[in-house]
């Protein structure tokens, strides 16, 4: 069941080009806009990645989409750390995991060799380790603008199907 908001009539005294507002008594208990508090599908996660071998693996770091990058992050991120990011040594950033509601600083940089974005410093003790993040786990991540940090969760666990027994299940270690 949808619910409607209802607004207080802040304008029942008001006067529109001289012209008294026609509102009621009984209409100064609010007005009905018809918004249903459940129709917006708002998913903050700009970037969306499955989990690969490569980025769980020995290298620390975690590749992160350029066009997505580009689109999603850049543009939201402030000059000094842009250079950064594009420099040899990267930028240091603030990692928020929103699930274990944690702060990781992790160093994030773009890869010319393989024309990407990466996180790493870090990356594979304070978040593979610690989530215990498998292959073909789906994570998402966005840049918030007014903290200058990415925020980190972990939206599906990859499955796993059993063939001893012919079941399908969730990772769990």
Same mark, same amino acid.
Not at 62 to 83: A, G, H, Y
């Given at each position: 069941m949808a %619910? /409607? !908001?209802?607004?207080? @009539? #802040?304008?029942? @005294?008001?006067?529109v080009q001289d012209q008294?507002?026609? #509102?009621?008594? +009984?209409? &100064?208990r609010g007005l009905d806009l018809g918004l249903s508090l459940g129709s917006i599908d708002y998913d903050p996660w700009t970037i969306k990645k499955k989990l690969t =071998?490569?980025? !769980?693996?020995? #290298?620390?770091? !975690?590749?992160?989409?350029? $066009? #997505? /990058?580009?689109?999603? =992050?850049?543009? !939201?991120? &402030?000059?000094?750390?842009? %250079?950064r990011v594009h420099s040899s040594d990267g930028? $240091? *950033? $603030? *990692?928020?995991? @929103?699930?274990?509601?944690?702060?990781?600083e992790l160093v994030f940089k773009y890869w010319p060799s393989c024309k990407s974005y990466v996180?790493?410093? &870090?990356?594979?003790? %304070?978040? *593979?380790?610690?989530?215990?993040?498998k292959e073909g786990d789906l994570i998402g991540l966005y840049w918030d603008a007014r903290s200058s940090a990415f925020v980190f969760s972990l939206l599906?666990? +990859?499955?796993?199907?059993? /063939?001893?027994?012919? $079941?399908?299940?969730?990772?769990? &270690?």
């Open positions: %619910e /409607t !908001l209802l607004f207080p @009539s #802040l304008f029942a @005294s008001t006067r008294p507002c026609h #509102l009621s008594q +009984a209409d &100064n =071998v490569s980025d !769980l693996g020995d #290298l620390s770091r !975690l590749l992160v989409p350029k $066009t #997505l /990058t580009q689109k999603k =992050v850049l543009p !939201l991120m &402030n000059k000094s750390l842009d %250079e930028g $240091t *950033v $603030t *990692v928020y995991d @929103s699930d274990m509601k944690t702060k990781h996180l790493q410093a &870090n990356w594979k003790k %304070e978040f *593979v380790n610690v989530r215990k993040l599906q666990r +990859a499955l796993k199907i059993d /063939t001893t027994v012919g $079941t399908v299940g969730y990772w769990r &270690n």
